[in-house]
């Protein structure tokens, strides 16, 4: 789509106020369009027959307009209509194409003629995930890596994806209220991984699992990209955005300029464990006295006893 409108926008004075639009592919109402400013651009028609106000947003990547008269120039044929506008504010074509992939499951959701408070709402995850792109990433590689290929190897994708736990802070990666999870990935051929002793020991009950994942880099592996589009084939529209979102928060900045690596994914499913957290080798915490904290230790899990678990069906 943007090589077509490149195509239709060149030779065009684009003048203040006018966009040179073609329908966004598979709509019939909805545009995608050249700002004077060269910006690439999603025109929403939408309806305002109880005349709310929103506020705008300016983001670095993203400009939201909210129901705004706006003339265009489809074809040759100009008119003067009303739209919620999203302007992208890059020129870089990795970023044009995933704005081209968020636009495609935003029409998706909203449907030819949306009342503009379901749009108003719909946005504000569009709004989350370019905001995201400004910030530094949270998780190394192989860590996220390993937290979605546990949300891919479950039945109910969703609820994974829903239960999935994302801020620094967190102690624990999986939470769904029955069942909460803490996946550790290792590329190593022993069973080792980092621990923070809360994640292990603390003075509540609390039942945790431990997901221990081994994998190993290789050419024709799957890359967290790869895993992101399985994962959304599954899913309906509305969760797409969900997932995309949280893994913007991760990654951030890196989202769409990092080149990503490849692991295997047979030896991962076959090599996938899971264990009692309090069956895991860890220093006790009886032992550490109250003013040493932030303790983070390596715990060998060959000779640990695993639980005899569906693997696909850990978190429903």
Not at 67 to 75: F, G, H, L, M, T
């Amino acid at each position: 789509m943007i090589n077509k409108l490149d195509n239709i926008s060149k030779g065009l004075e684009l003048q203040d106020d006018i966009y040179s639009v073609i329908l966004f592919e598979g709509s019939e109402n909805h545009f995608l369009g050249i700002n004077n400013d060269g910006h690439l651009a999603l025109l929403l028609k939408t309806s305002n027959r109880e005349h709310k106000k929103f506020v705008n947003f300016r983001g670095k990547n993203l400009q939201i307009l909210f129901d705004r008269e706006s003339a265009i120039n489809n074809e040759g044929l100009n008119s003067v209509e009303q739209f919620t506008i999203l302007h992208l504010l890059s020129d870089k074509r990795s970023i044009q194409n995933y704005f081209i992939e968020i636009c495609k499951i935003l029409i998706f959701n909203l449907g030819e003629s949306p009342k503009i408070i379901k749009v108003h709402k719909e946005l504000e995850s569009v709004k989350d995930i370019f905001l995201n792109l400004n910030k530094n990433k949270i998780k190394e590689e192989i860590g996220l890596w390993g937290e979605l290929f546990l949300i891919y190897s479950q039945e109910n994708k969703e609820k994974a994806i829903s239960s999935w736990h994302l801020k620094p802070t967190d102690r624990i990666d999986f939470n769904s209220g029955k069942v909460k999870i803490e996946v550790k990935t290792t590329l190593s051929s022993d069973r080792k991984h980092i621990f923070k002793l809360n994640q292990l020991r603390n003075h509540y009950t609390e039942n945790v699992l431990v997901c221990s994942i081994m994998t190993n880099e290789i050419e024709n592996g799957i890359s967290i990209k790869d895993l992101i589009n399985k994962i959304s084939n599954e899913l309906n529209s509305e969760m797409k955005l969900v997932l995309l979102n949280k893994v913007s928060s991760i990654l951030g900045s890196d989202l769409l300029s990092i080149s990503y690596r490849y692991f295997d994914e047979k030896s991962a499913f076959d090599s996938l464990r899971i264990y009692e957290s309090n069956e895991v080798p860890a220093i006790e915490k009886d032992c550490i006295v109250s003013e040493v904290s932030n303790i983070i230790f390596t715990s060998n899990l060959n000779k640990t006893k695993y639980l005899d678990l569906d693997i696909k069906k850990l978190i429903c």
